[in-house]
């Protein structure tokens, strides 16, 4: 497998739904134990988190890591949302020239998602029931998908897509409707197609090619059943501990990789173990807690990349 490892923010607490204010793991403590633990990319979390412009690039370069790709969620069932969403990707892209301009092996994929609707966000895994996408919206999105390629690939980069629980793109069924409609690449995140009913397995046989992005998450599915029977929505799932360390969960996580190692992917392998700590927490012991995590993480990879 031609692969690459990254580990992210989000695996730390830090994401777009880290409470305002809420204490975080810092940047440099972070890249610190991804670097000793054996991981060669970061993916960039909420755009500033890890700098920019010189800052970035410092800090990437020491602690000789490469910036495997970041989150860009954008309205695209919406015209006027996703007009005034615009700037936020153009921003985003300028952070990935930054990290692109010391010529790493890599570039970084601007990895794009749909923003999904509160409705779907409060019912994953059961937004074709709760919030159905009707055909003019349907065709929104697509079309203002295809433009946010055209930026992308504009600035010098190739896009990904991201499926994502709560979103117009969760289902398997909404993954093959959204793959056949247009021209990209698709992120694979094992944790939310489980949300989704999807089997992480049957997906890299389904779309094969199509992956040029992998997310890698461990899922405890009695937890994350236990939270969706409940009523929960993304941010009970994420505060659960649904997402755990590889081989405490139920994804067979060597079926899948054998079957990536079959398709002799070339490209970023992210781990990702989605927290939301709360505000109560000791961060020394949760910082501790997620090195462990990240470097049995690391470990797990290694019969294959």
């Known amino acids: 497998m031609r692969a ?16 305002e204010g809420a204490e975080t793991v810092a940047p440099d403590d972070l890249l610190a134990i991804l670097a000793e633990a054996g991981y060669g990319g970061v993916d960039l979390g909420p755009v500033g988190y890890l700098g920019r412009d010189a800052e970035l690039r410092r800090r990437l370069e020491r602690f000789d890591l490469e910036l495997a790709g970041g989150w860009v969620q954008l309205p695209f069932s919406d015209d006027e949302a996703f007009e005034a969403s615009l700037p936020a990707l153009h921003d985003a892209l300028v952070v990935f020239s930054t990290a692109a301009e010391s010529g790493p092996a890599r570039l970084p ?18 937004g074709a029931v709760e919030d159905p996408l009707d055909a003019a919206r349907w065709d929104r999105l697509v079309a203002n998908v295809q433009r ?17 629980a709560g979103t117009f793109v969760e289902s398997p069924e909404e993954i093959d409707h959204f793959l056949a409609e247009v021209d990209m690449g698709l992120t694979l995140d094992t944790g939310h197609l489980f949300i989704a009913g999807g089997d992480p397995l049957d997906a890299v046989r389904r779309w094969g090619r199509r992956i040029n992005h992998l997310h890698l998450k461990d899922v405890d599915l009695a937890e994350l ?9 993304m941010p009970e799932v994420w505060s659960s501990g649904a997402f755990v360390a590889f081989g405490r969960g139920d994804i067979d996580l060597d079926a899948v990789m054998t079957a990536v190692d079959d398709l002799d992917f ?10 939301l700590n709360g505000s109560d927490i000791s961060l020394t012991a949760f910082e501790a807690e997620r090195a462990a995590d990240q470097r049995r993480n690391r470990d797990a990879l290694r019969r294959w990349v």
Request: aromatic share 8%.
């Open 148 to 164: 946010a390629v055209a930026v992308v690939r504009g600035a010098g980069f190739e896009p990904t897509f991201h499926h994502h």
């Open 4 to 19: 690459s490892v990254a580990g992210a923010p989000v695996s730390f607490g830090v994401f777009e739904l880290t409470p």
């Open 266 to 275: 070339d490209g970023w392998v992210v781990v990702e173990q989605d927290v």
């Open 109 to 126: 994929l601007p990895t794009l998602a749909d923003d999904g609707s509160a409705a779907r966000r409060a019912a994953p895994g059961r």
């Open 225 to 233: 059943r236990r939270v969706l029977a409940a009523g929960g929505g």
